[in-house]
């Protein structure tokens, strides 16, 4: 509807991709166990092939935009890789494989073992991380708020309290902003450094919360005018159904998931 | 129809507000992250701690049962519609650390709210996670000073930004904001 | 309660005093309103009409912590014991500040919000959703969000909110006090057709009585202590009791204002009108009084109007002294447009300047680039001969005081003391020298008492002066605020405009934005009209009021004043657009503005 920059209420585009037709909490729960139990392997291998299941639902399932490509096909990568060098960078040296020495500086080597458990960290987090990307680049605001009171039976007025929650970032953003060039002019903790910057930031904080306690208190008296909470439930004019799709999707994936698990079996028993 | 809410919209609302506020804190921390995680895993407590800060201003300015809970999870809400990529991460933390900062304040029946009160769940949060943490990033593997360092700033990050949390409430408190709650 | 008169509402002897504070306020309110009526609510500040606003609903004391006295009762529903919810059904509510009333993401979800916490079958919601916003104009924009609205029309969004609740009362606080003229307009627009429709009863806080009194059937006045002592129709109250109602206070449409001055000196004005079509009726009927000059009022000046002195005191800085702000080529962008297009503008030390112009025109990014607020490319604003672009801070705020619409967002310490003293420590003053200087200003500003509380607990009106002070105490020649009277009611803008006309005479330049157009007539000498981030005008106060043209091409309109005056037949009343010019009574009792 609006080209505007994040808007959270626009609705979802009408997409035939089949991850936008699914429930918001199927989205969630089918790549939970898998993200749990990476947790705990050790491997690259698992992680790598649970990071190409990832990219295969979403590249197959999403209607992919140019912000998605970036974040799927250039930062993930990058992400993982440095941090994986930087984990190698910090391991210790006795307990790892010293075999293979990749590089030498001085007295300090750089051994194939490191790079090894740092790479397979980077995979194993941009995994997880790729999961759960699954249900947060197909999902909006409003429908997640909407699933978890018509599914999970979240009270409607803890979900609509959030729905209205969501005019509020605009509005402290704007604020924010016009508090520091209010503290700005006012030469409130002038100088650089870290130190005068957290005085600056603390100052900001009294005001901004006491603008947002007051905004909030102004915003509940208008919503209460309006029998906000007057029923046990209200009426929904957007469902958000759980359909035999989202039962099917969850129990193909679990499946899946174990399958990999199974064949790849990352842990040694005993 | 007559319904008597634990609830009132006005509470409901202001914590929403204040999960908003400092869920812009709480974006900065995520931006950060990688960073963090590439060079100093091991400081990544104190980056993860800003996350308690929902909690422990709700309750230091409401001082009422279930505030802690539903600023966390309003700030995860709102959070996840604006960056939906990390709408796990969110949540999870804003359950974890609410039902954390909820189960202390119920344990003393909502009576005692004392600094120490908050300490300990800051404490509890800490440890916990600095477990999970320990697994995902494979921390085993570290030099054992990076371990130490590792829980050490684990525990001390909530802490810190529970004691930051404590005196933004403080001076909330002093500004009359909190005075009607 | 089931007495034979049909009201819909009736108020009895109501008193409410919120939580923490000492006394009530409304003390004893007591009024009733019968379906289809509407009703003005007038009082002086503080007498608690918003307070009883918040009672006709419920709120008080369901939500909002108070203590009430009295009794209310809609539709023979006592309030006291009926939830909010079942008495939204009664009463519908718009409140002053629209963003506020905001919860959903589209204008058709917004007003569905509220039928839909009532439980309505689906059909029925969009069946409301859809009269109600054809009543209010926005039905094309349903598929909108709220966000992309002006003023007026999300304040009309509040109205049609209201009304898809189905309630018969509608209950408006102040819906305009935050609105430029247009959306003024456009909210009253609708307004006005819903009591044409006649069948929605109205009960009317507000302050801008000009716009409000053509649609009131009956006016109930409240004294300073929330006391009903008026309940009648607008002639037996408004009319008949002017003289006695403005002494309390309460505020009167300008043009009764106007009249009663004018009576004052000797016009013949029976019965007093009450806007300005029928105090031009008035006056063409009417002959000047023997005493009266022949000159026009405005030129023909006494002494003790000396804001009227606009053109020659205008002239004679120019003429006198160097250009104290020398604005040119000014263009700036934000957010990757640009918003202010070669911008030229000179300022002259002791003049009083008002910025006006519809929303978004840019007012407030040129007086911030004017301050440094948003540093402003290099060379294009000189204060004082300095180049503001290269001027540090510390040495900025000594050139230059910004006071921001919000005064809490400048607030940075724990005291009124520290907050006043704070601008003295940073120009390294000793301790001495501080504590004379900042308390020689908290005595100005009346504010000895609070010195050493905390900002945040102070009234709106002190907050505001404590942020003039703040502004001025480092000794600025120059003061520049935004909207200075946003949100406030009439009274707390007067106090304001008052201290700001003294820093003026004083020999202070100010440089206001504001959307008040009565306000600029009253006080600026000079007004600048800002059209899409150009100069539209630059002129006299008087000649940019007496070019209706402009004035509606900028998105603005004429204060009352100014419509009542245009074309009258007296030559001395002829193109008088302020309160200030109008010939004065041997006692002038109290100021009018
Ligand atoms: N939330 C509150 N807590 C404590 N006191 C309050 C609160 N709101 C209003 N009051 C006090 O109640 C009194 C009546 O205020 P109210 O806002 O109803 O006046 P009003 O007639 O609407 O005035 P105005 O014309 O300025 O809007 C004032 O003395 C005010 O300070
Ligand atoms: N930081 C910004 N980034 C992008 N655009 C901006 C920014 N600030 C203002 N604008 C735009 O510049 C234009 C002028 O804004 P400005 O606030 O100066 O208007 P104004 O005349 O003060 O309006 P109002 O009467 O509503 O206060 C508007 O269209 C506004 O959307
Ligand atoms: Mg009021
Ligand atoms: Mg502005």
Redesign the interface.
Known sequence: MSAATIDPWVTAPLSRKFLHGLNPLAKLAAPLPAMALLVFTRDITTPLVFLALAYIVVLAGARVTSRMALLLLVALPVAAVVVGLGMALWTDASRIDTSVAVLTIGGWTLFGGAVEVGMATGVRLAAIVALALIAGLTTTGPDLVRSTVQQLRVPYRIGYTALAAFRFVPRFGYELEVIRQAHRVRGAHGGRGPFAALARWWGYIVPLLAGAIRHAERVALAMDARAFGAHPDRTERYLVPWRGRDTAFVVVFWAVSAGILWYFFPWTLG | MTRSTLLSTRLLLVCAAIGVATGIVGGIAGVVTPVVLAAAPFAYGLVLGAHVLPGIIAQEVLRRPMVALIAHLMAALVASAFNPAWIGRFLGTALLFGAIQEGVAALTRYRAWGAWRFFISAVIIGILVAAVVFFVADLGKLAPWAQITYLAISVLGPVAWTALGLGIGASLRRAGVAARA | MTSATAALLRVEDVGIRH??ATIAAPASATFEVAPGEVVLLLGPSGAGKSTLA?AL?G?IP????ATMTGTVTVAGQNTAVT????L??Q???V?Q?P????????LQ?EV???????????EE??ARTEVALRRVGLWDRR???P??LSGGGRQRL?IA??LA?GSPLLVLDEPTANLDPQGIEEVYQALGELVAAGDRAIVLVEHNLDAAIAITDRVVVLDHAGRTIADGTVDAVVRARAEELHGIGVWLPVATLAALRLRAAGWDLDPLPLDPAELRAALDATEPPASAPAVPYSVSRDARAPISADLARSAAARLNTEPQIEVRGLSLRRGGSEILHDVDLTVHAGEFIAIVGANGAGKTTLL?AI????PPPRGSVRVNGADIARTD??T??RQIG?V???P?????A?TVYDELA??LR?QKLDDAAVRVQTERMLERFGLQEKAGI?P??LSGGQKRRLSVG?ALVAGAPVLALDEPTFGQDRARADELMHLLRELSEAGTTILVVTHDMQLVTEYAHRTIVIGDGRIMADDTTSAIFADDALLRSAGLRQPPLGRAFAHVRHPELSGVTRLGDLPRAADPRRTVA
């Open positions: 939580d923490g918040l609903n709120l369901h939500a909002i912590p939830p909010v919810a079942q939204s059904t009463v519908g509510m409140f500040d963003d506020a009333q905001l919860v959903t993401g589209t979800d569905a919000f509220g039928p839909e916490n009532l439980r309505l079958p689906v919601v969009l598929h909108e969000n966000d992309r509040a909110c209201a609740m911030q301050a440094g607020v948003i801070l510390r900025l705020s910004f921001f619409q919000n809490e967002h400048q607030f940075i724990h704070h601008g940073r905390h945040f607990l703040t």
